[in-house]
């Protein structure tokens, strides 16, 4: 492990802005991470895949790419395993290792940007998945102590796109690995969303295997959004708003045919995209913003 000076972030986030960390370090194990930390250079930025910051100057202090590898299967039981997945490792990538050895639960969340240890911080989320429902467990170190930590699923305090590190957790710890608890047999298919039924009618699949959502989803976000390689952008990031069902009436007197998800206690989801759509926001540019 080496800590440098004056690096470009430009590599490291999927909106391609150019800024330089005054010093940085790459690290690969727990024992680099604490050596960093025992630099005592400070304030700490923790960076992951870069594809959830978005960069408007130059940050102070030490940034810390998170480049934690390695995917272990840490228990195996009758009809599912646990896997302990390094933090740095591509989200995505992980998602195609388990789709490709018959292990299933996180198809759905195909294609989210991003890295294995940011997914519990946003509790990601996509097409009626979110990472809570196959949690378990991750592992992280204070970074005021370099001590250690055990996370459960109730310690991440999960809700809508929120977790306990983006409250009082938020910039306190840097995640090293990530426990997920997936199917080897009898899977759970969820194709609740219009979308992933309509891509798998179109392609003609009538008994759709983890193979085939994942394929979906692929399909679908790739018609959404584009390429970070090529346009500059942090993929979906906009909360669906859940509101009252009377709310949804009143929309609906104006569009009738507003798109929408059921929900407990007799609330509804509306897409933010359909609500911008309508907004005339799509498309909206401001410069080289858009």
């Known amino acids: 492990m080496k800590i440098q000076k004056d690096i470009s972030l430009l590599p490291y986030n999927t909106f391609g802005i150019s800024v330089a960390a005054a ?8 024992e680099e991470l604490r050596e960093a930390l025992r630099s ?22 030490l940034v810390l790419k998170n480049a934690l590898l390695g995917i272990k299967v840490a228990r195996r039981f009758k009809n599912k395993i646990w896997v302990e ?7 995505h990538d992980f998602v195609l290792w388990a789709v490709k050895n018959g292990f299933g639960g996180v198809e759905n969340l195909s294609l989210i940007p991003g890295s294995v240890g940011a997914a519990p911080v946003q509790n990601i989320g996509a097409y009626g998945v979110e990472l809570k429902d196959v949690f ?7 970074l005021a102590t ?6 459960s699923r109730a310690d991440c305090q999960f809700g809508y796109r929120d977790s306990l590190f983006k409250k009082e957790g938020k910039g306190k710890y840097c995640i090293t690995s990530v426990t997920l608890s997936l199917t080897t047999n009898t899977h759970r298919i969820n194709t609740s969303y ?4 309509k891509t798998l009618e179109i392609n003609r699949v009538a008994a759709p295997t983890i193979a085939d959502v994942s394929r979906a989803v692929i399909e679908i976000r790739s018609s959404k959004l584009p390429d970070p390689a090529k346009i500059g952008n ?3 990031f906009f909360k669906n708003p859940e509101t009252d069902r009377s709310v949804l009436e009143r929309i609906r007197q104006t569009h009738p045919n507003a798109p929408h998800f059921d929900l407990p206690d007799k609330k509804v989801k509306i897409p933010a995209g359909w609500l911008i759509e309508q907004c005339g926001w799509k498309g909206k540019r401001v410069g080289n913003t858009g």
């Open 146 to 151: 370099g001590k250690e930590k055990y996370f």
């Open 194 to 197: 219009g979308d992933i039924r």
């Open 40 to 61: 005592g250079i400070r304030p700490v930025f923790v960076l992951g895949g870069g594809s959830n910051v978005l960069f408007t100057q130059a940050p102070e202090g």
């Open 136 to 142: 378990v467990g991750l592992r992280a170190v204070e």
């Open 85 to 91: 997945i390094g933090a740095g490792e591509v989200w």
């Open 234 to 236: 942090c993929g979906s």
């Open 23 to 30: 010093h940085f370090a790459e690290v690969h194990s727990v």
